[in-house]
């Protein structure tokens, strides 16, 4: 079974330029994730989804980010534009059920370096 | 809120000692708790929950974790560290009863295991 896979695993942008980054889940999992770690400090939750519906967004650093999951399957994160302390390491997660004790899986990341 | 302390930014050990990574929580309600894997260049990797009954969990690649309520710790435990545990560690809680999915974070431990 693949496990959770996310594109790109690097990004180098400018300052003011747009990044979108993907996440694909393990399939079949309802309940999808973004979290992100800025250098040294802890993983954040940024927003998760369940099914193509927002469950909670409420770790949204501003509205310069945007996610969507159309159809319930992938993800994409879309900053625009994007900032200097917008560089960090995105994660993306997936879990079967809402619960608890859900584990959720995690994806290798997106190193994001905004110049 | 939901928190997570992981007081030490590093921790050596030789191999063929006792490892043990520190974690406090703060949740308000149940927590359930997680240890999560960095190697080098991947993605976060599960290693084990707690989520009720016995306070000593077993998971993957012969590590433990301790549940203790009345100290709020889960303690990460391997009796015997391999060259091939180091790696950064991450401890995380949800706190189910404040109604949300999401995982709390610690800032890691970066473990080094000297041969």
């Known amino acids: 079974e693949a496990g959770v896979t996310q594109f790109p695993s690097h990004s180098v942008i400018e300052k003011g330029q747009t990044v979108t980054l993907r996440c694909d889940p393990i399939?079949?999992?309802?309940?999808l994730y973004w979290y992100r770690r800025v250098m040294g400090k802890e993983i954040k939750f940024l927003l998760h989804?369940?099914?193509?519906?927002?469950?909670?967004e409420s770790g949204m650093p501003n509205n310069r980010f945007l996610a969507e999951r159309t159809g319930g399957t992938y993800s994409t994160l879309k900053v625009q534009p994007a900032e200097l302390e917008d560089s960090g390491v995105y994660f993306c997660?997936?879990?079967?059920?809402?619960?608890?004790?859900?584990?959720?899986?995690f994806g290798p990341g997106t190193r994001l370096l905004v110049l | 809120a939901q928190s997570v302390a992981q007081p030490e930014d590093q921790v050596n050990v030789a191999e063929g000692n006792p490892l043990t990574v520190k974690c406090t929580y703060s949740?308000?309600?149940?927590?359930?708790l997680f240890w999560y894997v960095q190697y080098p260049n991947r993605g976060l990797q599960f290693l084990l929950k707690?989520?009720?009954?016995d306070n000593l969990v077993k998971g993957s690649y012969g590590f433990e974790a301790e549940f203790n309520k009345s100290q709020t710790s889960f303690h990460l435990k391997k009796p015997s560290a391999l060259v091939s545990d180091s790696a950064l560690y991450f401890c995380?809680?949800?706190?189910w009863g404040y109604g949300n999915n999401r995982l709390a974070f610690g800032k890691g431990n970066q473990v080094v295991v000297i041969p």
């Open positions: 995380a809680v949800r706190d």
């Open positions: 707690y989520i009720t009954g």
């Open positions: 997660a997936s879990s079967q059920a809402y619960g608890g004790g859900e584990t959720q899986y």
């Open positions: 989804f369940v099914k193509e519906s927002k469950q909670d």
């Open positions: 949740v308000s309600g149940n927590p359930y």
């Open positions: 399939s079949g999992h309802d309940n």
